[in-house]
């Protein structure tokens, strides 16, 4: 059982609208990349800043031990409120580390799919390119034959019938 092919003109058609659906892919694609990315930057920028809030306590619990330590009964209150409300920040910065992290996650996720979908788009886009130079072929292929089929009749005598009736 042999598949009829469409024509020509129709199988263009069809590789126009599966080139279009691959830009459509392609610039998914490019749009869920550049989410990735600053999914990813924003993680990147989220470790920068604990880590600046991580050197700030160190910093000042190195002071509380050195040049804080003559004066500290007078500062005791302040520094203790300073290393609270650096270790608060450290935890929100922390937790927001973890959602920043599950933002890049599904903007990865989602890159895969658009990747995904972009390969399938090209595969689909393939086999209809190739359906489109079958059509040609076989359209080339028919109007051989039929070129043939004219000259083989034109080089046939014409018989006429001698039955006499009209």
């Known amino acids: 059982m042999t598949k009829a ?16 659906r691959v830009q459509r892919a392609r610039e998914g694609v490019a749009l869920a990349q ?36 003559p004066s500290l009964p007078r500062w005791s ?8 409300r650096l270790a608060d920040r450290l935890e929100r910065e922390e937790y927001g580390l973890i959602q920043d992290e599950r933002v890049l996650e599904a903007a990865e996720e989602k890159l895969q799919q658009a990747r995904a979908e ?4 090209l595969a689909r886009e393939d086999v ?4 489109a130079k079958q059509a ?10 039929r070129a ?9 005598p014409i018989h006429s019938h001698a039955s006499g009736r009209y």
Request: aromatic letters at 0%.
């Open 77 to 84: 209150d302040v520094t203790t409120a300073q290393r609270e």
């Open 128 to 131: 209809v390119r190739d359906l």
């Open 118 to 121: 972009l390969t399938r788009a």
């Open 5 to 20: 092919l469409p024509k020509p003109r129709e199988a263009q058609q069809l590789c126009k609208l599966r080139a279009l």
């Open 34 to 69: 550049a989410e990735a990315q600053q999914a990813a930057d924003a993680v990147r920028q989220r470790l920068q800043q604990i880590e600046r809030v991580r050197r700030s306590l160190d910093d000042l619990q190195h002071a509380v031990v050195t040049s804080l330590a």
């Open 136 to 145: 040609r072929r076989a359209q080339v292929h028919e109007r051989e034959q």
């Open 148 to 156: 043939e089929r004219e000259l083989e009749d034109q080089g046939k």
